[in-house]
């Protein structure tokens, strides 16, 4: 049997692109499919000024693909050093669409994170004020702290406080791994949103650490167990707009993520849609996986929904990805989901 589903192009609203030789590699991974997306600001050093993203923005639109209109949104890595005016005027001119926040630690290239939130909160009024959203890495950096525990942790003691003391602020919750932070997420009053990644709704972390430890599955947040995962799929399902896609696809080398010590992140830009369809037609939900693709997250940003569209056909033979790309850095290895993928991009 054949099915077929027509929807918007859709945007991916976290993505890390990289830099040079790795992001010549992934970037037409996800132009291929997706329209725009939010570019993560995680570089070495980071994305941290105007001027920064700026030179960043044109690196990416000289990398594109030919005839590739796809549109990088920017980000700013917001640091305790941040000026609230550059901030504001990066907003104005149309060059930045987030600020992002990293608890100082909490994950790759986070080393110039913020410590102490208070000395932000300059930053974080203007922002309030001129309507710019927060994208908000979600876990405690505190080492007492189970990493599985620490979105949780984060939710009660970082973002609850902040958002007391600020209720104007736009937020967005990434890459959410818990029922926790979809549970907040879904009731608290004021303006927020989360994002939800593909491989969450995927695999949990039995799939990581049952049978041999699957370096190509650790990212963070970190997977967490089924019950988050089940969490995860009946919020990204279920239609509601505070829900949308960030693939948080995280290019490293396989030499990089098959280590004594591995880095945290997995690559999904290639074949997030056909995932997220199988996903989607395993809840039974395929009407909703426009709104979560291509739909909440413009609304969400004050943007237009892309007027083209992609067309996905469920094929009897399971779509073949590639198992690894070969960049000038080294092998790069694709989120492997584990089942067979029928469901293809035409
Ligand atoms: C990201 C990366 O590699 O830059 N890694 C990850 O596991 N998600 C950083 C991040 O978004 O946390
Ligand atoms: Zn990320």
Redesign the pocket.
Known sequence: MTHTLSIRRPDDWHL?LRDGAMMRAVLPETTRHFARAII?P?LVPPVVTAQDARAYRNRILAALPDGSTFQPLMTLYLTEQTDPQDVAAAFADGLIHAVKLYPAG????SDSGVKTLRRVYRVLEKMAQIGLPLCI?GEVTTPEVDIFDREQVFLDTVLAPLRADIPELKITLE?ITTSHGINYVSDAPGDIAGTITTHHLMINRNHMLVGGIRPHYY??PIVKRASHQMALRKAATSGNPRFFLGT?S?P?VDGAKESACG????FSATNTMSCLAHVFEEEGALDTLEAFTSLNGPARYGLPPNEARITLEKRTTPTAYPAKFDTEDGPLTLFDPATPLHWHVT
């Open positions: 890390h993560m995680n909490a994950t790759t290239n890495h890459h990212c963070l948080d995280a490293h880095c945290a992140g997995v």
